[in-house]
């Protein structure tokens, strides 16, 4: 069975940075494209932002681009997120995805992690 496990969440003041990490279980998800996306109470699924397979092709939300990094260590089966200048509105819980298919809606995602809840204080 796949399995994905986020870390690196927490609590931080808004313009500060957190670094999320997902280690994958098994190193067949180098060949598959990752997502990053988040979940606030109340609110819808969001896609965050996206890495390929192979070209490590990146893809973000309007609302992270030039604020959040996704990158990929092949070696370490990890997709990592670096999100600084992070906004109360940042605020949700973040979960990391793969896919056989490159794509920014979390329907096509087959497997999910757990979750890590990052909270951004005022």
């Known amino acids: 069975q796949a399995q994905l496990a986020e870390s690196g969440g927490g609590l931080v003041q808004a313009g500060g940075s957190l670094r999320l990490s997902c280690i994958a279980s098994?190193?067949?998800?180098?060949?598959?494209?990752m997502g990053w996306f988040r979940q606030a109470p109340g609110k819808e699924r969001d896609f965050v932002a996206a890495?390929?397979?192979?070209?490590?092709?990146?893809y973000y939300s309007d609302s992270v681009k030039g604020r959040f990094t996704i990158s990929r260590d092949y070696a370490k089966n990890t997709v990592c997120l670096q999100m600084n200048s992070l906004k109360p509105e940042d605020t949700a819980v973040y979960y990391c995805a793969a896919s056989r298919l490159l794509s920014t809606t979390a329907t096509m995602y087959d497997y999910w992690g757990q979750g890590t809840q990052v909270t951004v204080s005022s």
């Open positions: 890495i390929s397979s192979g070209s490590g092709s990146t």
């Open positions: 098994r190193r067949t998800y180098n060949t598959y494209p």
